[in-house]
């Protein structure tokens, strides 16, 4: 069903530019930057286990279409999981995990009122890396799916993001985490 319906919006919008009398003419930008985020469990008994903090470096393709936007987006990061990280519940220990990973994501948006903007889309990781202390298992997914809902302003020649990321799939074996995002980028 969502691919469908991504599928049917990502047509239109090539049916539109192909008319070039709808949507108007296409603005071509690439942005570079960096990205922050913070993640949180949606479990209160649980609400320690599994959070983890993100910093990443991305880069951006946008295309612009009048006020709607497509905007394809690659990063870099490293996550890193404190050590109050227990799996069985106890408390705080010296334990704590680490990631490096990659990630891709597929943005589509619309221009609400001057620079203000609204964007939506999939965003898939992927950790190359992962790593924790005391040849502690790492009790993590590799691989992750993730639908980010934002709102960004592009001032002068920086945009900024703020997100939330809601995991489809499960970060952690035994829980889903949620995360917030901020990113500041420059626009090349």
């Known amino acids: 069903m969502f691919k469908k319906i991504l599928v049917s919006l ?25 990205e922050g985020t913070f993640s949180f469990t949606h479990r209160k008994d649980m609400s320690h286990i599994g959070l983890y903090r993100q910093v990443g470096a991305l880069g951006s393709y946008t295309l612009r279409f009048s006020e709607y936007f497509i905007n394809p987006e690659l990063s870099l990061y490293y996550q890193y999981y404190p050590d109050n990280l227990r799996l069985d519940g106890g408390g705080a220990s010296d334990l704590h995990a680490n990631t490096f990973g990659a990630g891709l994501g597929f943005y589509v948006g619309r221009t609400i009122g001057g620079p203000i903007s609204i964007f939506t889309g999939p965003v ?25 809902f934002g709102v960004g302003a592009d001032v ?10 809601l995991h489809v799939t499960k970060q952690m074996c035994y829980d889903t985490l949620n995360a917030f995002s901020a990113s500041v980028a420059y626009r090349f």
């Open 10 to 34: 990502l047509a239109a919008i090539i049916c539109a530019t192909a008319s070039g009398k709808v949507i108007g003419e296409p603005r071509h930008s690439f942005h570079a930057g960096f």
């Open 124 to 148: 898939g990781k992927c950790n190359i890396y992962q790593g924790s202390t005391d040849n502690w298992g790492f009790d993590g997914h590799r691989a992750a799916l993730l639908w980010r």
């Open 156 to 165: 002068w020649r920086l945009r900024i993001r703020a997100s939330f990321d």
